[in-house]
C-alpha cells in the first residue's frame, strides 16, 4: 500500500473572505503524478498555497506529510517546506546570480554547510535536468526552457517528498513545454509524487496521470474524462525514462529563443 502523502478531507480555502475551494478531498500518495486543471481564478494556485503553508484553511482536515494544517505552528512551516519541491511559472530565480550561486543559496539557507558536498550535490542535480554546462550562466543568459529546467533542479535539491509546480509550462513554447512535463514524470519516478496546475489539456492526454479539475467551488476528479476506466490504474507505473543528450537542449535553446 502506498504512503499517503496529502490528504485534506472536507476543506474550505477562502482568500479575502471569499470562498475559493468548498469541500475538499483530496489525498496523494507517493509515486502519484497529479494534474489540477481549471480556469483563471477557480482556486488552483490558492489551493498550492496552502500545502506549503502559504495561505490557510477556513475549515476542515488538511494533513501534508504528516503535519496538521490546521494547527501547525508558523515556526513549523519551514520545516515542512524542506520536504517539498516549488516551482513557479515566472521562475523567481536570483537575477544577479549565476546557475551554480542561486542552487547554492537555497543548500545553504536549507542547513548545507559542507562546500565539497554541496558542490557535490549541484552537480548531481544539474545533470539529472541536463544543464550540467550552465552552471557559471546568469539566469538571463538562459533560455526560457533552460530557466525552467534550473528551477526544477532548484526544487528537488533537497529530495522533496512532494514537487508542486503550479503552471511549470505557461511561459514556454509547445515543445520545450512537453520536454518540461516530461523531465517532470522521470522525476516522479525516482521518488518525488507531483502535483501540477495547468491549462494545456494535450499534456494531460499524452502525459497520464491523475486529474482533479477546479470548477463552481468544487474539486472534482477527471480522471476518467480524459482516460480510458481500464488504463487509470495505470498511471503510478513508470511511463518514461529520459536521457538528454547535449544535442536535444541545444535544439530545445534554439526553438526556444525563435
Known amino acids: 500500500m502506498s504512503e499517503l502523502l496529502i490528504n485534506y478531507q472536507n476543506v474550505e480555502i477562502a482568500q479575502q473572505d471569499a470562498c475559493l475551494l468548498k469541500d475538499v478531498k483530496m489525498q496523494l500518495n507517493a509515486g502519484d503524478f497529479l494534474y489540477i486543471i481549471g480556469k483563471v481564478g477557480t482556486g488552483k494556485t490558492s489551493l498550492l498555497k496552502t500545502i506549503y503553508g502559504e495561505l490557510g484553511i477556513a475549515s476542515g482536515e488538511a494533513e501534508v506529510l504528516g503535519n496538521n494544517l490546521r494547527t501547525i505552528k508558523r515556526k ?11 516551482i513557479f511559472q515566472d521562475f523567481q530565480l536570483l537575477t544577479d546570480r549565476t546557475v551554480y550561486s542561486n542552487l547554492e543559496f537555497v543548500l545553504r ?20 535536468v541536463g544543464m550540467t554546462s550552465k552552471g557559471d550562466k546568469l539566469p538571463n543568459e538562459l533560455s526560457g526552457g533552460e530557466q525552467q529546467r534550473i528551477v526544477i533542479a532548484r526544487a528537488i535539491l533537497n529530495s522533496p517528498s512532494i514537487i508542486l509546480a503550479d503552471e511549470p509550462t505557461g511561459n514556454l513554447d509547445a515543445e520545450t513545454g512537453r520536454r518540461i512535463v516530461e523531465l517532470l514524470h522521470s522525476i516522479s519516478h525516482k521518488g518525488s509524487s507531483v502535483i501540477m496546475t495547468t491549462h494545456n489539456i494535450q499534456l494531460i492526454k499524452d502525459f497520464p496521470g491523475l486529474v482533479l479539475k477546479c470548477d463552481n467551488h468544487q474539486l472534482q476528479d477527471a480522471t476518467h474524462d480524459f482516460y480510458k476506466k481500464e488504463n487509470v490504474q495505470e498511471f503510478n507505473e513508470p511511463i518514461l525514462e529520459t536521457t538528454y543528450s547535449q544535442a536535444e537542449f541545444i535544439s530545445e535553446e534554439e526553438t526556444d529563443k525563435e
Open 76 to 86: 513549523h512551516i519551514p520545516q515542512l517546506r524542506k520536504k517539498l519541491g516549488i
Open 109 to 128: 539557507a536549507t542547513g548545507w554547510k559542507n562546500k565539497q558536498e554541496i558542490k557535490e550535490r549541484i552537480q548531481e542535480v544539474l545533470e539529472q
